[in-house]
T-cell receptor, first 113, second 114 residues
């Protein structure tokens, strides 16, 4: 089944404790992206990657890092999480940078206390 | 600066009637628009799209209308069914640095009442 998977689905952590949210897709998509969803703000792009070893900042990159060492994986790293990073996070992928339709993972709900 | 706006946070419609969800945008450089549907505890899924060179696109019960002069698009669902209850996001596509960037609205929660 073609899908985007994220782990963990739910995470409660404390301020400053490094964490990684994994994202993997099995569709051989070139383009991957991370979003956060907050009430009243919709989905905002954090980082995106047009291909392996090619990443760039989205609209709200502060406090986040990403890497794209393999085509299928695009982990999101929070080196020192803070309470304002409490949010619902989605990973998405599309066939290429020119594709309009993106396929989303199920989401990761992160709470930072 | 919210470039894509969905001004109705929620909408309640009777089953069988028409649901109309609205979206306004400010950037005339958007060249493609999409609607996504999101159920609780799931990621958004693509529903329907429209190119900026068209004014209407239809797919079964779903029709999207685009009014470029008013910078407004709408999603019509006819007839509405209980399974349509979800959050709907409008998204616009902007070409930036060689990639297609999606800019999302805030979402509208649609509830279909039996």
């Amino acid at each position: 089944e073609a899908q985007v998977t994220q782990n963990p689905r739910y995470l409660i952590t404390v301020t400053g404790k490094k964490l990684t949210v994994t994202c993997s897709q099995n569709m051989n998509h070139e383009y991957m992206s991370w979003y956060r969803q907050d009430p009243g703000l919709g989905l905002r792009q954090i980082y995106y990657s047009m291909n392996v070893e090619v990443t760039d900042k989205g609209d709200v990159p502060e406090g986040y890092k990403v890497s794209r060492k393999e085509k299928r994986n695009f982990p999101l790293i929070l080196e020192s999480p803070s309470p304002n990073q409490t949010s619902l996070y989605f990973c998405a992928s599309s066939l290429s940078k020119d594709s309009y339709e993106q396929y989303f993972g199920p989401g990761t709900r992160l709470t930072v206390t | 600066d919210q470039q894509v706006k969905q001004n109705s946070p929620s909408l309640s419609v009777q089953e069988g009637r028409i649901s109309i969800l609205n979206c306004d945008y400010t950037n005339s450089m958007f060249d493609y628009f999409l609607w996504y549907k999101k159920y609780p505890a799931e990621g958004p899924t693509f529903l329907i799209s429209i190119s900026s060179i068209k004014d209407k696109n239809e797919d079964g019960r779903f029709t999207v209308f685009l009014n470029k002069s008013a910078k407004h698009l709408s999603l019509h669902i006819v007839p509405s069914q209980p399974g349509d209850s979800a959050v709907y996001f409008c998204a616009a596509v902007l070409g930036i640095q060689g990639a297609q960037k999606l800019v999302f609205g805030q979402g509208t929660r649609l509830t279909i009442n039996p």
